[in-house]
């Protein structure tokens, strides 16, 4: 099995900076998979959540905390769902739930 830290060592292999601590202080950035999922071909998808987490009345979603559903291939880390989509984990999680349900093939 891949875990969170596979996706991040191979993000750093292919001189990315995704999960720089300065690149998800950033952005406020939290990993909230505990393990990644992989779905088809070396895809491994994940929810993180975002905060803007700067100063004023211009903060994205009013400084509220969103989540998002994304996934890496080779490194490389893609947005899959609507950036900050979703308002809360259980929700990016059950989306996420339901896209691994949506592409198991069975055996019958």
């Known amino acids: 099995m891949t875990s969170m830290n596979d ?31 992989l779905i088809g071909d070396e895809c491994y998808f994940f929810v993180t959540s975002e905060q803007d987490t700067s100063y004023g009345d211009n903060r994205a979603w009013n400084g509220r905390r969103r989540f998002t559903i994304r996934y890496s291939r080779l490194g490389v880390i893609h947005t899959f769902s609507e950036f900050g989509e979703y308002g809360t984990n259980k929700a990016a999680t059950n989306a996420l739930n339901a896209l691994v349900a949506s592409t198991v093939e069975v055996d019958k």
Request: proline share 10%; glycine share 6%; charged share 20%.
């Open 7 to 37: 996706l991040v060592r191979a993000n750093e292999a292919i001189g990315h900076h995704w999960f720089d601590p300065s690149s998800m202080r950033h952005f406020g950035t939290k990993i909230e998979s505990p393990w990644p999922v």
